[in-house]
Structure formats: C-alpha cells, structure tokens
C-alpha cells in the first residue's frame, strides 16, 4: 500500500507539472497552430497521463485523456486545424484533469461528483467528429471553477461563500468540511501534494553541498579560536554556529541522498536479459530497496554492481541440468541486499552457484603469467581468491559478449575503490558466492579521528574506528608480544596485529616508552593502528588528492584543518594492503556469551574512589566537557554535543552514592545510544575494560544497581542501566 502511495505522489506531482505546461502550450500552440513541436509535445503529455491512469485504474481520468488523445493525434496528422473552438475545448480538458488529479490527491480516487467528466468529452468527441461547438461547450469555462476553488484547502470565509453553491449539490457538501475543521490544528494552511516538492537542479545541489563543506571548514576554524577565547560572547557565537551548521550540513546531505531502488529497478532487466543469453534459470531477490546512499556515490556504483551479477549469473550459477545433478533446485538464486552498518553502505552479490574454487583460479593465474607456481604454493585461498581482482585475469575458456576478455573485475575494484569503498568475495566450492561492497554514505562530510605522527596530522575515518587503547610501563611489556616476526597486541585474550603509522609512511618505526593504539577495521581485518598522538574526532571536508599521492594507497584524500593546514585522510583498507595484513580471529564482545558468566565491562570510579561497572555494548563513546559548557533545560543538566542536546545523568546519585564534593573543571561523560535517544552519563573517571569471567552475588543490590561482583581483585557495583536512564525517558 506504501508503494502505491508514493507511484500515486510521484504521478501527481508530474502530472501537475506538466498540466501547467500544457496551459502554455495549447495557448502558444492557438497562435502557431502548424507548429509540429508543439503539437507532439502536447500529444506525448496527454498520452503519458492517460497511460498511467490505466494503470493506476482512474477510469474516468483515462477515458477523459483517451478521447483528448484522439483529438490531439487528428490535429498532429494534419487532418484536423487548431483554431478557437479546439483550443477552447482542449482546455476545458485540461482544466477537468487537473480537478480529477486534485480530487485524487484529497481521497485516492478520481471519483469526486462535482467533476462532470461526461460533459467535457461529449464536447471533445463532438469536436474530433466535425460538428460546431454546440452551447454547452460555452458553458464549460466556469464548469471546473468549483472544483479548482475546492481544491487547496480552502479558509473559513471562502467556504462561507461558496455555501449556496455546494448546497445545490448534497453529495458533494461533507467534502471539505473534514479538511476546514484540521487545518487551525496548528495554526498552518494545510499543504498539498505538489505544494510539498521542488525540482531543483542537480548542479545546484553540488553547489550546495560545496558551500556547505566551506562553511564547515570555516565552522571549525572558529571553533578552535573560540576554545582558545575567554570572550564567553564569542564561545556561545561559535557553539551556536556548531549547532547551525550541523543542522544545515545534515539536511543538504540530505538532498542528495537516493534509495537503492534506482539501482534495483535496473536488475530484473539485466538478470532476465542475460538469463535467457545463457540458458539459465534463475530467481532474483531483492532487499534494501529504501537503503539511501548519496547520488553521486549512487551513479559511480551502478556499473560494478551490473558487472557483479553479470558475473554471478555466468561464473556463478550452473545450467539447469548441472544443478539438478547436484542435487539443488532447477532454478539458480540470486539474492541482492543492501543495508546500513557502521556508518557504510553494505551491498551484497550472493548467488547459490558453484562457488570459486581456488585450484582452479590459482591454475590459471600460473597458465596466464599473472603468479608463479611457486607463488601459488606458497598462497592462502583467500589471498588466491583475490587473484580475480587482476588485470588480464579471467577463467573463462572462450571470449563471448559476457566474459573472457580478462577485463572486468579490476575495473570493478578500481572503480569501487576510487569512491573510498572495498569489495571482497566469500565463496565455498559447490555452495555458492557473495560479493560484499562497503560504501561510505558520503564523500564529502565525514567524522573522523584527528591523530599525529612525526609533526604532522592525519583524519581516520569514524567508521573504521573500533576503540582506543593507551599503554605504557608494565602494561605495555606485559601486552605487546612478538609473532612470527611482528608485534601483536594481546587485547582481552584476542591477538591483534600492530602496524606503526610512522614505520608505515617513513620506513622507520619510532622508539618510545608508551604505546597508543587505534584498534582500526577495514572489511574483515582488524588492527592496531600505533600512533604518536591522538587529538580529538571532528567532521572532515574531504578534498581528493593530486596526482601524485594517488598512486600511494595509504591516503584516501585530503583535508583542510581548523588552522588552515592541510591533513591527508588515512585509507585503512590500503595500510592493511600494504603491510599484507589477513583477518584474524578477533571475538567482538558483544557475542561473549553470558551463560558462562564472561562480560567485557567498562570499569569506572564513580564517587570516593567508588567504583561501578558497565557493560562495554552499551557504551558508544567516551567524550570530556569543559565544567562551563554545563547548561540546564528544565530539572536537567545539558550540553550542545554534535548535532543536538545530550541530556547529563550523575551516576553516583543515580546509584545512591554520594557524589564527589568540589567543582572540577572537566567532567568525564559515557555517551549511551540506543533506540534512537542518548544519555551523558557523569562520572569521576574510567579505570579499564575488562573481559573477565565474574560472579554476581546479591550483595549491594538496590536501585540502579544489579549487585556486586569481583572485578579485578575489588568489589564493584554492576550499574543496572536500563533502571537509571528509565527516569529520564519518563519526565523527558
């Protein structure tokens, strides 16, 4: 039903656009009648209405159009002549369409009782048979004057004057009294359908989002020397100028968003087209349709995503009889998704074929040149797999108008890559493939991680952030082992990898006593990522690279800083690339399960050296405000945080402590998102993550508070979160 809502709004707005042309047109068309442009044009918007109709089932719009198309098609062949009486009797039509379309949009149908649909194609019928313009054509002028006055929702002392009118006519009278009795619900005209859309050029938009770009950049400028200020008029200015800016860029952004369904529309198409070329038979399934990613990110992905289930269709999936032997389905599956995770656009290729075998693909790369065998002996088969991403490689064995040509899949993963995405392929032998796609949702404005390295500063995007870790001294000796050759971190009882930033980018890797880790994801790689500094997370206007950094696959593009020096965005997936990094095993902590009493916590003193627990899921970031950045709404204590107001909770009272006496002049804060909202939770500081098995006994048990376990050798209270933030949710 929600589909056919919006066909019926889309149809409307065009509709109403070019009803408004054809005004024009028909108008022109009177003083130039032997204009063959006009007319045609003319013709093809009738037409279009009349065959949408059909298909919507607006019976009376479509026998309407169908009999002004027959006009239209006599006057285009030269067998009729447009003079006074045609251009008076189209109009007429015009204005009667334009009744039905406002009367469809009031109720979803074309059935409103004052249209009289049958007097106006009585006259156009007359007209295309010959006869003159009887008297009733005359009369036809004022006939749609009530209707088009009924249409927008009409004020209160319009309806009183047009009450002797709607009086003759019963049936038509209790229309617009539900509309006359919303509208002052709050104080505003009631808007319609057209009323509620523009068409705006699609250059303009990028202009837009430019100029938004520029302004953010000028934002953090400010930003920074208002942090720098004690002029407190200033600081508000800037605070205030964050939260604008934030709003405007969001809703741009916005603008230029487009649902995947442009893309799916495409599919049955190209899979039905292609199916038939290749004797298959397959079932196409498609989920994500309302998944939005930007335009420009939209059109770059179009012609991978035909190249991949090009490739599905002919690599993938078998012939008929070869299935059935198999014993599957007759019938080959291809399912395309697409979803939002962890601030990207996920697009999957998945079909039920036969899958890649590795032998197969590394046999051929041996017979093409592309590895030596004892390169191929000596490789992993997802390494092998990924042997289908080179130029010139192909396993087919004749070149048709599908493949063989070893062009293709680099081409895919050039193109991919080039708008900071990554392809990867899973595959089983004999089970069938998936070609996952990540996308950022847009390339111009993204968060990200500030971090320093040898003087110089570097942006890593917020989503391929994982966590933040610090060691130094004992925890730093005891943490850091070597593997095979390479230092690894063992992070919660899971190994993972480190990568030097500075031994990446210089070739030499720094000596110091203390380690700061960026735990970083690209795809299914995890990694430590050691830096020298870390400065803060802000929104990035990313700038492309020049030419000659495009070659070095550790850069992403480039930024312009608060200070007006310029910072390169650092491609997570192209340093894993580059320090030939594989995916490891890594647990996340929120699959551990808690049957066997194993929780990662985020260990925090709450008050007096107090210390509380929370579980690590439900923690979303950890941020420290400056004391007089407090502000208050009500009973609440607030501050302006990204895009928005983040309402403070004070644990420690929360949980019935006493709260640390004495004004500091930064307060910590836990950000905890979920189902939409977020709460600041106040505390004194945070002692650690731990991922430890514990015991959770009754001791201590109050409100806010589950109980107390053993955490680290000392007691700690395991804070009951879903019952302190409840309070807020009730008085909010």
């Not at 019976?59 to 002004?68: C, K």
């Not at 998944?291 to 078998?318: F, I, M």
């Amino acid at each position: 039903m929600n589909d056919d809502a919006e066909i019926i709004q889309e149809f409307l707005v065009e509709s109403h656009e070019n009803l408004d042309h054809l005004d024009r047109d028909l108008v022109e068309l009177e003083r130039s009648p032997g204009s063959r442009e006009l007319l045609s044009s003319v013709f093809r918007t009738i037409h279009t209405i009349k065959g949408t109709s059909g298909f919507l089932a607006f019976h009376r719009l479509e026998s309407l159009t169908h009999v002004g198309e027959n006009l239209l098609s006599q006057l285009r062949d030269g067998k009729m002549t447009m003079d006074v009486e045609v251009t008076h009797v189209l109009l007429s039509m015009v204005d009667t369409v334009r009744a039905l379309l406002e009367g469809v949009e009031r109720n979803g149908l074309d059935t409103d009782p004052t249209v009289d649909v049958d007097v106006v194609v009585a006259a156009l019928q007359r007209v295309l048979d010959g006869e003159a313009a009887p008297a009733p054509v005359a009369e036809l002028t004022p006939e749609p004057e009530p209707v088009v006055e009924l249409t927008p929702e009409p004020e209160p002392e319009v309806v009183e004057d047009r009450l002797p009118l709607v009086a003759a006519e019963p049936a038509a009278a209790p229309a617009p009294a539900p509309a006359v009795a919303e509208e002052p619900a709050d104080g505003t005209e009631k808007r319609g359908v057209v009323d509620s859309s523009v068409r705006v050029d699609i250059e303009l938009l990028d202009s837009l989002v430019q100029l938004v770009g520029e302004l953010v950049l000028t934002r953090n400028q400010i930003l920074q020397r208002a942090e720098a200020s004690d002029d407190i008029e200033l600081v508000r200015a800037a605070q205030r100028l964050n939260l604008v800016a934030s709003e405007l860029q969001e809703d741009v952004m916005r603008t230029r968003m487009q649902p995947m369904a442009q893309v799916w529309s495409k599919m049955p198409r190209i899979v039905r087209d292609l199916a038939h070329q290749l004797g298959r038979e397959v079932e196409l399934e498609m989920e994500g349709h309302d998944t939005e990613l930007d335009r420009s990110l939209l059109e770059a992905l179009k012609g991978p995503l035909a190249h991949l289930v090009r490739n599905a269709l002919d690599h993938g999936l078998e012939p008929r009889d070869v299935r059935v032997a198999a014993g599957k389905s007759p019938a080959g599956r291809l399912h395309l998704r697409a979803y939002h995770e962890s601030g990207q656009v996920v697009v999957e290729i998945d079909d039920d074929g036969a899958g890649i075998d590795p032998v197969k693909i590394g046999e051929a790369a041996v017979s093409r040149g592309v590895i030596t065998r004892e390169a191929f002996a000596r490789m992993e088969p997802r390494e092998v797999l990924d042997l289908i991403f080179r130029a010139g490689f192909s396993t087919a064995a004749a070149v048709t108008n599908v493949s063989g040509r070893g062009v293709g899949m680099d081409v895919v993963r050039t193109n991919i890559e080039r708008i900071g995405g990554s392809v990867d392929i899973l595959s089983t032998v004999g089970a069938g493939t998936t070609c996952r796609v990540r996308i950022p949702l847009t390339l111009a404005i993204i968060p990200a991680l500030v971090v320093a390295e040898g003087g110089e500063r570097y942006a890593i995007p917020q989503a391929n952030l994982v966590e933040l870790v610090r060691l130094e001294g004992q925890d730093l000796r005891d943490s850091v082992e070597t593997l095979a050759g390479a230092p690894v971190l063992r992070l919660r009882g899971r190994l993972l990898p480190l990568v030097s930033l500075g031994e990446t980018l210089t070739g030499q890797r720094p000596e110091t006593d203390a380690l700061t880790v960026v735990v970083v994801q690209a795809d299914d790689i995890r990694f430590g990522l050691c830096v020298a500094e870390v400065h803060d997370t802000q929104e990035i206007v990313v700038k492309p690279i020049g030419r000659q950094l495009k070659a070095l696959p550790v850069y992403a593009g480039a930024t312009i800083m608060g200070d007006g020096q310029v910072a390169l965005i650092l491609d997570v997936g192209g340093i894993a690339r580059v320090r030939a990094l594989t995916p490891t095993e890594f647990t996340d902590t929120s699959t551990v399960s808690a049957d066997v009493g194993s929780q990662a916590l985020l260990v925090l003193e709450v008050a007096n050296g107090r210390r509380a627990a929370l579980p690590l899921t439900a923690v979303s970031r950890l941020e420290e405000f400056d004391s007089s950045r407090i502000e208050r709404s009500g009973s609440s204590e607030v501050v302006q945080y990204r895009d928005g107001i983040l309402r403070l909770l004070r644990l420690a009272p929360a949980i019935g402590l006493q709260d640390t006496p004495g004004e500091r002049e930064q307060i910590s804060v836990v950000v905890h998102e979920e189902n939409g909202r977020r709460v600041g939770i106040v505390i004194d500081r945070v002692l650690d993550v731990v991922d430890e098995a514990i015991v959770t006994t009754d001791v201590g048990r109050r409100a806010g508070v589950l109980g107390s376990a053993v955490v680290q050798d000392r007691v700690t209270d395991l804070v009951d979160l879903d019952a302190v933030v409840r309070p807020l949710e009730l008085i909010s």
